[in-house]
């Protein structure tokens, strides 16, 4: 987890909540972001109970269990922006318990 002092700003998804049944943590927006990585490739982020981050994704049809993300500090504060970039990493940005701005990068296989 790295800390930041820039801010981000992204477009949150409203009322993106389908195909979000039979597991944990059922978030509702704005606590939901999701990112196009590839054409067949979706990654959700959201603000789970106890303040934290959890990752679904959909790859061609199939999709994840819900996975925990590190978590800054106090947990995160804030709704989760997310950017997708080349070769499939994903940056989750989000508010610590200490007013900072934190990054968690996932690298296609880890954090």
Do not use: Q
């Not at 950017?83 to 989750?92: A, E, F, Q, W, Y």
């Amino acid at each position: 987890m790295i800390k930041l002092v820039a801010a981000v700003s992204l477009v949150v998804l409203a009322g993106c909540s389908a195909g979000l049944t039979g597991d944990a943590p059922k978030p509702a927006a704005p606590n939901l972001i999701a990112t196009l990585a590839t054409p067949t490739n979706i990654d959700l982020v959201a603000l789970g109970p106890n303040n934290t981050l959890y990752r679904k994704t959909y790859t061609s049809g199939s999709r994840s269990a819900w996975a925990a993300v590190p978590n800054p500090p106090g947990g995160a504060t804030s709704a989760p922006a997310l950017i997708s970039r080349v070769g499939g990493t994903l940056d989750v940005f989000v508010r610590g318990g200490d007013e900072a701005l934190y990054r968690s990068t996932h690298n296609g296989s880890s954090w």
